[in-house]
């Protein structure tokens, strides 16, 4: 079945540790995100990718790095530097700018990242 | 930048009656999509229905609908005969190039039904 898959499902991190949530799609999507998700909030941007080895920063990019070498892997790493990590990691992707606006995103189930 | 306003935090219905979350959205663009997510407490985020800012006809799917009214830049999702299921958190969305194409959310709107 085509889908994204998020793992692990929950993570603790020590603080001052770095951390990697793995995302990876085989719906041959161009363009992939990671959101961010506060209990009871919205979903604030953190990174995304339109093509393979190119990223850009969203809304909230300080504290998080991505790399995006495969077409199906787009892995989120929360570093030391985010002072506030806890949170429901969401990575989505969507097929890329030549297939335009009328095309949704698909989503993980989502990762729970808390500070222990 | 694009924007999403969801005014509702928590909705209550009674089950088997009808229900409209609000969504207003703020863009320049004259080309854009409008989404909404269903997420339950299982945190997974649910498509349920899409509008294009060129469509004529406001978009159905089953038991949603969408009330698109462009010239007031509002995109309300229509639930009817609301299900015990359905209390979850209801997220609207826009997508449009002056964003990079990538979706903007609103703050989202908790439903809760009632038996």
């Known amino acids: 079945d085509g889908g994204i898959t998020q793992s692990p499902k929950y993570l603790f991190r020590k603080e001052g540790q770095n951390v990697t949530l793995s995302c990876e799609q085989n719906?041959?999507?161009?363009?992939m995100y990671w959101y961010r998700q506060d209990p009871g909030q919205g979903l604030r941007l953190i990174y995304y990718?339109?093509?393979?080895?190119?990223?850009q920063k969203g809304d909230i990019a300080e504290g998080y790095s991505v790399s995006r070498e495969k077409k199906e892997s787009f892995p989120l790493t929360v570093t030391s530097a985010q002072k506030n990590p806890t949170a429901f990691y969401l990575c989505?992707?969507?097929?890329?700018?030549?297939?335009?606006?009328?095309?949704?995103?698909?989503f993980g189930q989502g990762t729970r990242l808390t500070v222990v | 930048a694009q924007k999403i306003t969801q005014t509702q935090p928590g909705m209550f219905v009674q089950e088997k009656e009808a229900v409209t979350l609000d969504c207003t959205y703020d863009?320049?663009?004259?080309?854009?999509?409008l989404f909404w997510y269903k997420q339950p407490s299982s945190g997974e985020m649910i498509f349920l229905i899409y509008q294009g800012s060129y469509d004529q006809q406001n978009a159905t799917e089953g038991r949603y609908s969408l009330n698109f009214q462009k010239a007031r830049k509002s995109a309300n999702l229509v639930i009817s005969a609301s299900q015990l299921g359905d209390s979850a958190m209801y997220f609207c969305a826009m997508r449009g190039p002056r964003d990079g194409q990538n979706f903007v959310f609103g703050p989202g709107t908790r439903l809760s039904v009632l038996p």
């Open positions: 990718s339109q093509i393979v080895n190119d990223f």
């Open positions: 989505a992707s969507s097929p890329g700018q030549g297939v335009i606006m009328n095309t949704e995103a698909f």
């Open positions: 863009t320049s663009d004259p080309s854009y999509g």
């Open positions: 719906l041959n999507h161009d363009a």
